[in-house]
């Protein structure tokens, strides 16, 4: 039995991952973030400050560490997809219901809700091009630790949100070693992703990594030798 072309007996052995990986996001969530906010406020950073450093440790260690892991022990897509999902609809009902998760639920935004959709979204639709899950890791991994390391540059600098090109800097050098996974192809993409991160009026949860994977896509089927992996 299939589900749009994925195994039912594919879905059925990645369970018990994705509910480790389930468990893993939550805590980070609701505990470890928390925790972060907590100890931030507490060495003299504003609310916002900690509120921002609490979403970065969101941005590393769950949506992040999960694309990450996904080539290594993941068979499918489904599940992986689902999981961001039902964590978009966490996060969204918050804000709809006025009761938000106030370490790093920002009234002003909701663009935690944008990151794990998209999220989902490339991890699920990629994978029917490249079924080793990098073509959809490379541009989530951007979004999640070339973006998350930006903002945490940029806040200790500067203890607010803002854009400045340490940040940038900082981005640029991860997402070239994360891009390079991709050959030259992902080292362009890495440089076209901190470029676009700045734009103040975009949300970067969503034109980083479809800029990047809209770059890694035609290369993909037009240039295949700029995707051989340098590493």
Same mark, same amino acid.
């Given at each position: 039995?299939?589900?749009?072309?994925?195994?039912?007996?594919?879905? $059925?052995?990645? /369970?018990?991952?994705?509910?480790?990986?389930?468990?893993?996001? &939550?805590? =980070? +969530?609701? #505990? %470890?973030?928390?925790?972060?906010?907590?100890?931030?406020?507490?060495?003299?950073?504003?609310?916002?400050?900690?509120?921002?450093?609490?979403?970065?440790?969101?941005?590393?260690?769950?949506?992040?560490?999960?694309?990450?892991?996904?080539?290594?022990?993941?068979?499918?897509?489904?599940?992986?997809?689902?999981?961001?999902?039902?964590?978009?609809?966490?996060?969204?009902?918050?804000?709809?219901?006025?009761?938000?998760?106030?370490?790093?639920?920002?009234?002003?935004?909701?663009?935690?809700?944008?990151?794990?959709?998209?999220?989902? $979204?490339?991890? /699920?639709?990629?994978?029917?091009?490249?079924?080793?899950?990098? &073509?959809? =890791? +490379?541009? #989530? %991994?951007?979004?999640?630790?070339?973006?998350?390391?930006?903002?945490?540059?940029?806040?200790?600098?500067?203890?607010?949100?803002?854009?400045?090109?340490?940040?940038?800097?900082?981005?640029?050098?991860?997402?070239?070693?994360?891009?390079?996974?991709?050959?030259?192809?992902?080292?362009?993409?890495?440089?076209?992703?901190?470029?676009?991160?700045?734009?103040?009026?975009?949300?970067?949860?969503?034109?980083?990594?479809?800029?990047?994977?809209?770059?890694?896509?035609?290369?993909?089927?037009?240039?295949?030798?700029?995707?051989?992996?340098?590493?």
């Amino acid at each position: 039995m299939e589900i749009i072309g994925i195994s039912s007996e594919d879905i $059925i052995a990645d /369970l018990p991952i994705v509910a480790v990986l389930v468990i893993w996001n &939550l805590f =980070v +969530i609701l #505990v %470890l973030s928390k925790e972060v906010y907590k100890f931030a406020l507490r060495k003299g950073r504003s609310e916002h400050s900690s509120m921002y450093f609490s979403r970065k440790v969101i941005h590393f260690l769950a949506g992040g560490l999960t694309a990450a892991l996904l080539p290594f022990i993941a068979k499918e897509p489904f599940l992986p997809a689902l999981l961001a999902f039902g964590f978009a609809l966490m996060t969204y009902v918050p804000h709809k219901i006025n009761k938000l998760m106030y370490w790093f639920q920002d009234p002003e935004n909701a663009y935690e809700v944008d990151f794990t959709i998209v999220w989902g $979204i490339v991890i /699920l639709l990629t994978w029917y091009i490249d079924k080793t899950f990098w &073509l959809g =890791v +490379i541009p #989530v %991994l951007f979004m999640s630790w070339g973006d998350g390391i930006t903002g945490i540059i940029r806040n200790l600098m500067y203890n607010k949100r803002t854009k400045a090109w340490e940040g940038t800097m900082g981005m640029l050098i991860l997402d070239t070693i994360i891009g390079a996974k991709m050959g030259l192809a992902g080292i362009i993409a890495a440089v076209v992703s901190a470029l676009v991160e700045r734009i103040e009026f975009l949300d970067d949860n969503v034109s980083v990594p479809l800029v990047s994977l809209i770059i890694l896509l035609i290369a993909k089927i037009y240039f295949t030798p700029l995707t051989i992996p340098l590493f």
